[in-house]
């Protein structure tokens, strides 16, 4: 049964003290190679019930991409959609829909508003017309009027964006037929304050919220976040965690937004974790002192993994039906 290497917490000393001399301790990606040996050597270490356990894969800036509108649902149109997620991704889920801009024959150009025609009912069949279509565009098309023609297909794909977030670390089962999300792993620098604690978790959240989006089957995710060397576990559901059908801002750190009905899904707040609840990843002795205006950082010890942080390695683990790690003296 493998074990954790005996020489990997004298390795992780070395790195955080390498990290503290040069002064990044603030520095985020510092902390990756660090993180992306431990993860390593976790789940190369899983012992009883970990038959599968080498079709683990830790996998960094993995690109989680999800298909959205461009533009929100208009509520006056599609009233229930606002409030009713799964009629909203029955919308956002209908490959045959067509998406033309709200009052697209006004003035106003400028609309943030779709309203969406399902063309399930049509008495055409689309498919028939191909031929006669293409012949009409490329008639257009020669004719200068090209502009003025265009598809359901293309009307769509104008409504219809891809947008993605990065998590630093996704473990994953793989086998031939299947990938299963074991975990998804945020990774932030020190120091730990209430505005950190928040965001990691508010972008946790949205992680977990594409990833449901990305692999429809898995109800529950759980995600690791380590600030510095404290870490904290959520483990969160697929009912409490819904994003918007249209596109978020550009920032990897905004999470979904809820709605003011509480009795909705998509409008149930999870609580942030408050600090207290974060815990050491490691049983060490860190000497920190001021040395001519700058911090001294001295990493004296680092033993071993924590009690706290091997439950709950082990607590995700064993809910992935990969067994627990064999932790030997680390």
């Given at each position: ?268 707040k999870s609580s942030l974790p408050p600090l207290s609840k974060w815990m050491d990843v490691f049983d060490e002795t860190i000497v920190t002192q001021q040395k001519g205006g700058r911090t001294i950082t001295d990493v004296i010890a680092m033993k071993r993994f924590t009690k706290n ?22």
């Amino acid at each position: 049964m493998p074990t954790i290497r005996e020489n990997l917490m004298s390795t992780l000393k070395v790195l955080f003290q390498k990290i503290y001399d040069d002064d990044e301790s603030n520095l985020e990606y510092r902390y990756y190679e660090i993180w992306n040996m431990a993860l390593i050597e976790l789940t190369s270490s899983l012992g009883v019930g970990s038959i599968d356990a080498c079709k683990i894969t830790v996998s960094p800036q993995w690109e989680l991409i999800r298909e959205v509108l461009k533009y929100p649902l208009d509520t006056y149109i599609v009233p229930e959609a606002e409030n009713d997620s799964e009629k909203g991704e029955s919308y956002l889920a209908n490959l045959s829909m067509e998406a033309t801009k709200h009052d697209s024959d006004s003035s106003d150009k400028d609309s943030d508003y779709l309203t969406i025609d399902l063309i399930n009912g049509s008495d055409t069949d689309d498919s028939d017309n191909d031929a006669d279509n293409d012949a009409d565009n490329d008639a257009d098309n020669s004719s200068g009027n090209g502009s003025d023609n265009v598809s359901h297909s293309d009307a769509s794909s104008q409504k219809l964006a891809t947008e993605l977030r990065k998590p630093d670390f996704i473990l994953f089962h793989v086998t031939d037929a299947s990938r299963r999300v074991i975990l998804i792993v945020e990774v932030k620098p020190e120091e730990l304050t209430i505005e950190t604690s928040e965001d990691v978790y508010r972008q946790a959240e949205t992680q977990a919220g594409f990833a449901f989006d990305v692999w429809p089957q898995e109800m529950v995710i759980y995600s690791l976040m380590l600030v510095g060397r404290k870490f904290y576990l959520e483990k969160f559901s697929r009912a409490k965690v819904q994003l918007s059908h249209h596109k978020l801002k550009q920032f990897d750190n905004e999470s979904y937004k809820p709605t003011k009905n509480s009795t909705n899904r998509r409008g149930i707040k999870s609580s942030l974790p408050p600090l207290s609840k974060w815990m050491d990843v490691f049983d060490e002795t860190i000497v920190t002192q001021q040395k001519g205006g700058r911090t001294i950082t001295d990493v004296i010890a680092m033993k071993r993994f924590t009690k706290n942080f091997k439950r709950a390695i082990n607590k995700v683990m064993i809910h992935s039906g990969m067994g627990s790690v064999s932790w030997g003296n680390c």
